[in-house]
């Protein structure tokens, strides 16, 4: 069965600190997707990145890069000199592929609340 | 505008009463979904809808029914809610053989059940 763990439940750091984020992925399917996505107080979900199991390249985006590895299935996610407005929580999301029917689901990890502190 | 909306984005209700979710989207796309976000248990997947005429249950259907009204249109209700469905809502949309399967959510919907 397919299954994301955060064990990071909270995480409290100061401002300029660099913070990574572990995310562990449990799947059966050779071709899946993997999704980090923030949720910063206003509630809502913002999209940060995409990653499929072909591609295991790491990704840097400004401050943010993630590293995926399919040996020890992690998709860990990193903040580079964190500031306070990256303070939210933060949902590590694998999705199914498989056949037109099944394809597409998310399932979404406990998330990590990240507390970036002045 | 928002490419995926949600109605109400707050909602207080007495347990017993019947109270429905709306979800539009604009975005074109065939499939939909509705989530419940539960603190430090992430979101889990209440009802997908891959197409007007497909809907299937998710992880916690128990307790919930929808209605995919048009390819646009995705509504989830409790037909008579419980405190323990206290939580936020999120209502999201994908497109049929979007390569990605990348998922777009709505604002959310902050239900609460007294």
């Known amino acids: 069965a397919q299954k994301v763990t955060q064990a990071q439940t909270e995480i409290s750091v100061v401002e300029k600190e660099d913070v990574t984020l572990d995310c562990v992925y449990e799947t059966r399917d050779t071709t899946y997707y993997l999704f980090w996505y923030k949720q910063p107080p206003s509630g809502e979900l913002v999209f940060l990145i995409r990653?499929?199991?072909?591609?295991?390249q790491n990704e840097i985006s400004g401050r943010y890069s993630w590293n995926f590895q399919k040996s020890t299935s992690s998709f860990n996610f990193t903040i580079t000199a964190s500031q306070v407005v990256d303070s939210a929580v933060y949902f590590c999301a694998l999705s199914e592929v498989g056949s037109y029917n099944q394809g597409g689901k998310l399932i979404f990890g406990q998330g990590t609340e990240l507390s970036v502190k002045p | 505008d928002a490419d995926v909306t949600q109605t109400p984005r707050n909602r207080i209700t007495k347990t017993g009463k019947r109270i429905m979710l709306e979800c539009s989207q604009t975005k074109g796309h065939d499939r939909m979904y509705w989530y419940r976000q539960d603190p430090g248990l992430g979101l889990r997947l209440i009802y997908y809808?891959?197409?007007?005429?497909?809907?299937n249950k998710g992880e916690i259907s128990d307790g919930y029914s929808v209605s995919r009204q048009a390819q646009a249109k995705f509504s989830l209700s409790l037909e008579s809610a419980i405190p323990n469905q206290t939580a936020l809502y999120f209502c999201a949309t994908s497109g049929k053989g979007h390569p990605e399967y990348e998922q777009y959510f709505g604002p959310g919907t902050r239900l609460t059940v007294t």
């Open positions: 809808s891959f197409d007007v005429k497909d809907i």
């Open positions: 990653r499929n199991s072909f591609d295991e």
